[in-house]
């Protein structure tokens, strides 16, 4: 079906996102916020673009920090490290500014975005990643906030680990050059659309390094993979 949107039509795919979030809000499901995808250079390279985009997040995407995920509930998942901000406020500006985030923001959070693709091998252009959500799957927040006046976003450092072995590793400073930045280009973004973020809402603000493979399945009768998100400033 992908053959059905334009190639490089992003408002196309935009369109298409919105009309599944809309029906999903219709189904019963409850908006918990935004996820920004394709915000690291090392994500880009991945996957052959060169801009940001962005997705819904539903309630119903959060996992439990240490609960296991059963197998088969993803297609084929991969595992993003991420600063995620909890909005104390709303952030209705047209053109906000870094003092606008920080006074509408209640506190960050470690994050891990597990993302997915209905594309097989993740055969994917923008067009195909904004239409399927921003190839949002499911997302983990850890239990740990954080006010935004401890810790230099720019300077977080990541380390993202399967089994023991490292397998992505990042700053903040490679979110867009800040997960502040990224979180500035969606509520811009947004107001634009006019769908402002609101006070409650959680942001994935993209990943701070390269998407990493979930090799294991996680779930009743497996053998878990380990999967652990190391973040300091």
Known sequence: MRHLLPEADIEAAYVVQRLNVERGIAAGRRLAGRK?????????????????????????????????????RLLQPKIEAEVALVLGADLPHRDPTVAHLLRATAFALPALEIVDSRIADWDISIVDTVADNA???????????VPL????????????????????????????????????????????????????DIILTGALGPMAVATEAVGPGSEPTDLSCVSRA
Request: hydrophobic share 40%.
């Open 135 to 145: 190839s949002c799957g499911l997302f983990v927040l850890g239990g740990t906030p």
């Open 36 to 72: 920004i995808g394709l915000a690291s250079p090392a994500v880009q390279r991945q996957l052959g673009v060169d801009r940001p985009d962005f997705g819904a997040l539903f309630a119903d995407m959060a996992v439990p920090e240490g609960q296991p995920i059963a197998t088969g």
């Open 149 to 200: 006046d401890r810790i230099d976003l720019r300077d977080a450092r990541m380390t993202l680990t399967r089994n023991g072995e490292t397998v992505s590793r990042g700053t903040g400073a490679d979110c867009l050059g800040s997960p502040l930045t990224a979180a500035l280009w969606l509520a811009s973004t947004l107001v634009a659309l006019g769908e402002p973020l609101r006070a409650g």
